[in-house]
């Protein structure tokens, strides 16, 4: 049996798993097996018969991800927030319900500078808890939410910090930039790490999250490797995962439908076109979610924290793929009343951050005023596709259950391998109809790169298992 218990027998019944408040740590399971573990692989290896499930399948291309419980493979789903899973004394698996604690802080508010000093407060409490030789290491995006972890720290000395560039010359990245001149701010030992090789590392992404979600996180691989070639030994990790999400970074939607619902999941266009599903597909999923949920999607603040919920499944990389490479990663952004309380901020000062720029601003931290040149351009993942082409898409064994010119296109457009090829060929992309529409390559080429992460994870799962199937 995998999986972990956290709170003891009752009733002869004992406690798998019991989801936070975003179930932050995905914990999948199969009814029909009893197994359940935070390692999607485990669960889909206890099936006495692996096949794809056709609405999760669907949602998993659409979204880029797994949603709404059900994940791409049949009989394998995962925890919802405020929920455990629970094993009777028959053995048979079971989810139960827990108070779900969003209630209780639904109104929490506090002033700015109070949940400056409130973030602050958790910083420096976990970095007491330490012990006093063990070193910290923070990757400095220069980005609002790492720094404002960096000002928190009492004490920098300890602090290693890396940061990766996303533009063609990464050293020259806004992210390089502004990390560079954060540590000179602050002192702090800094590297740049130079990101390209990551198509390198599809075995080790899909052993650790397989067809939960598409494999776009690699880099991150590529990233840590590098870091632990300079560090031994086990260093606490101070992440600053969704604290944009919390302090006004997503934009309220307008919903209407089921499929409106899409708008919350925050794809960034890292989705492949679930038309191209070899069936007719339900949706009783998706519409269930929207018809027990719709009244409280009106509120902002619900539309936020559903974001989040859904895609946690995706962005929980940002401290799992640390954790393998035996980081203790934590984060304040993770605190329901620290979350909520940036929530309940006015909408005002939300927008477009304000609350924030200001506080910056006050503390001599407004690096975006200071004139500091630098490259906001992202081509990391093109020159990825320069630098390690990726393997075509097995056509042959994907086309039982994905169309056989939608893979041909993908395999097509990505095989380009220069910038120069990017930025001047033209490619036609097929669509569902029979029409064709014209678009510039650089476009079209992330589009196809971006359906390939997707539908490379479900090749993986045929390949493991050959009779899977819709």
Not at 28 to 50: H, Q
Not at 171 to 198: C, I, K, P, Q, Y
Not at 199 to 213: P, R
Not at 283 to 297: I, M, P, T
Request: proline share 4%; net charge neutral.
């Amino acid at each position: 049996m995998m999986g972990r218990q956290v709170s003891g027998s009752y009733g002869g019944s004992y406690v798998l798993h019991q989801s936070d408040w975003l179930a932050s740590q995905p914990f999948f399971f199969s009814s029909e097996s009893s197994v359940a573990s935070t390692n999607f692989n485990e669960v889909v290896s206890a099936l006495s018969d692996v096949s794809f499930n056709a609405e999760g399948s669907y949602n998993y291309l659409d979204y880029g991800y797994s949603v709404f419980g059900q994940t791409p493979i049949d009989g394998v789903r995962f925890l919802p927030p405020a929920s455990r899973a629970v094993m009777k004394p028959n053995g048979v698996l079971h989810v139960e319900d827990v108070a779900d604690p969003l209630e209780q802080w639904w109104e929490y508010k506090l002033s700015e500078s109070d949940i400056v000093d409130l973030i602050k407060e958790r910083v420096q409490s976990w970095e007491k808890s330490l012990p006093t030789d063990q070193e910290i290491v923070l990757p400095l995006s220069g980005g609002f939410d790492s720094r404002l972890l960096l000002w928190c720290l009492s004490n920098t000395s300890r602090l290693r910090s890396y940061t990766y560039g996303i533009s063609q010359k990464q050293n020259d990245s806004t992210e390089v930039v502004h990390a560079r001149a954060l540590a000179n701010r602050f002192d702090v030992r800094w590297e740049m790490v130079s990101l390209g090789e990551f198509h390198k590392y599809f075995d080790e992404w899909d052993a650790l999250f397989g067809a939960s979600t598409h494999a776009h996180g690699m880099y991150h691989y590529e990233f840590y490797t590098k870091i632990r070639e300079r560090l031994n030994g086990r260093y606490a990790f101070l992440s600053g995962i969704i604290g944009d999400a919390w302090a006004g970074s997503v934009a309220k939607q307008t919903l209407e439908t089921p499929g409106d619902l899409l708008k919350l999941g925050l794809t960034h266009g890292l989705r492949a076109d679930p038309e191209r599903l070899r069936l007719s597909v339900p949706h009783d999923l998706r519409e269930s979610f929207w018809y027990e949920n719709k009244e409280k999607l009106g509120d902002y603040r619900y539309q936020v924290v559903t974001t989040i919920r859904m895609k946690i499944m995706l962005i929980s990389y940002l401290m799992r793929v640390p954790r393998e490479f035996g980081f203790e990663p934590w984060s304040p952004y993770l605190d329901i009343d620290v979350a909520m309380a940036m929530l309940n901020l006015p909408p005002e000062r939300r927008r477009n951050r304000q609350w924030q720029r200001d506080f910056f601003s006050k503390v001599g931290l407004d690096l975006e005023s200071q004139g500091l040149k630098s490259n906001r351009s992202n081509s990391l993942n093109l020159l990825a596709l320069k630098k390690v082409p990726v393997k075509p898409l097995d056509r042959d064994m994907l086309s039982t259950v994905i169309d056989r010119d939608y893979i041909d296109w993908i395999n097509k457009t990505v095989k380009a391998t220069t910038l120069d090829q990017l930025r001047s060929r033209v490619l036609r992309v097929p669509k569902v109809g029979g029409a064709l529409r014209r678009f510039g390559v650089r476009d079209k080429t992330l589009e196809a790169y971006h359906a390939y992460l997707c539908l490379r994870p479900l090749e993986n799962v045929i390949t493991k298992y050959p009779s899977a199937s819709l």
